[in-house]
């Protein structure tokens, strides 16, 4: 059973950096692709940042771009999201999530991610 546990979230002012972590029990996440997703209340959930299992490819949503971060620490079987100047807009729960497949191609599609955590709350505040 692979169970994915985001950490790092709070409430913050807008500006500065925050650094979400997601950690797994269950699996090795070096040969999988992750995500980073976040749904803010009243809205759809949707795709903040993606990295590759090698962690060479990135991709990110417009909205994030140039201000969040997505790496992994392939040795200490972790993922982060450098979250850097907030928005107000920011404030949602964050979720990360790995494809059931080693070896995938990065992608944004969160239908293609299998395992999700529970998520951890992000409130920014202006």
């Known amino acids: 059973q692979v169970q994915l546990v985001e950490s790092g979230g709070g409430f913050v002012q807008a500006g500065g950096s925050l650094r979400l972590s997601c950690g797994a029990s269950?699996?090795?996440?070096?040969?999988?692709?992750m995500g980073w997703f976040r749904q803010a209340p009243g809205k759809e959930r949707e795709f903040v940042a993606a990295i590759s299992w090698r962690g060479g490819s990135t991709y990110y949503a417009d909205s994030v771009k140039g201000r969040f971060t997505i790496s992994r620490d392939n040795v200490k079987n972790m993922v982060y999201l450098e979250m850097n100047s907030r928005k107000p807009e920011d404030t949602a729960v964050y979720y990360c999530?790995?494809?059931?497949?080693?070896?995938?191609?990065?992608?944004?599609?969160?239908?293609?991610?299998?395992?999700w955590g529970m998520g951890t709350q992000v409130t920014v505040s202006s």
């Open positions: 999530a790995a494809p059931r497949d080693q070896y995938t191609l990065v992608t944004i599609l969160q239908r293609r991610y299998d395992y």
């Open positions: 269950g699996r090795t996440l070096s040969s999988y692709t």
